[in-house]
């Protein structure tokens, strides 16, 4: 982080997309982090509501039950599980809309998916698919890092089913 006269650099307002390697680097899981005008910074993620066991190829179906797609938001510091302020990361253009705007939706979407009890799948509904379609679905720029992050293209929810959630 940059300093001037001694005191670190406030972070800007906005919305960036975050990789944390997994599985001995072998993919990436994603997770955003949201700075509030007040310089408040939010993590959001998606992963499993329970343990399971994974296979020794993420092609095969996982050994064990990790239940449905779990959306958490904390304060992004120390003790956040994807705390990780060396990251590779990405900046996301919010096309316009303010920050305050996005993290509403982010929140209705994470609602939206939660409801709809969507089993958490290592290679496929997971983490990356819940960054992806909280940018896709509240209009932002969908970007990550390049990086391996399988199931970042694949919606979770549809324009028509978040409308009609109340």
Do not use: W
């Not at 994470?110 to 698919?129: C, F």
């Amino acid at each position: 982080m940059a300093e001037q006269q001694g005191k670190p650099e406030k972070p800007k307002p906005g919305v960036r997309v975050e990789a944390t390697p997994v599985f001995f680097g072998l993919t990436n899981h994603l997770a955003l982090v949201v700075t509030d005008e007040s310089a408040r910074q939010t993590g959001i993620r998606g992963g499993p509501s329970q343990r399971g066991v994974i296979s020794p190829s993420m092609t095969d179906a996982p050994e064990g039950n990790f239940g449905p797609i779990r959306v958490d938001e904390a304060p992004y510091q120390r003790g956040f599980v994807d705390y990780a302020p060396d990251a590779p990361k990405v900046e996301v253009d919010t096309k316009g809309k303010s920050v305050g705007e996005v993290s509403a939706c982010f929140r209705r979407v994470g609602r939206v998916i939660a409801a709809k009890n969507i089993e958490y799948l290592p290679a496929s509904t997971n983490s990356n698919s819940v960054v992806g379609t909280m940018l896709r679905l509240c209009d932002c720029e969908a970007v990550k890092p390049t990086v391996t992050a399988p199931g970042f293209e694949k919606n979770l929810v549809t324009k028509d089913e978040l409308d009609k959630f109340q």
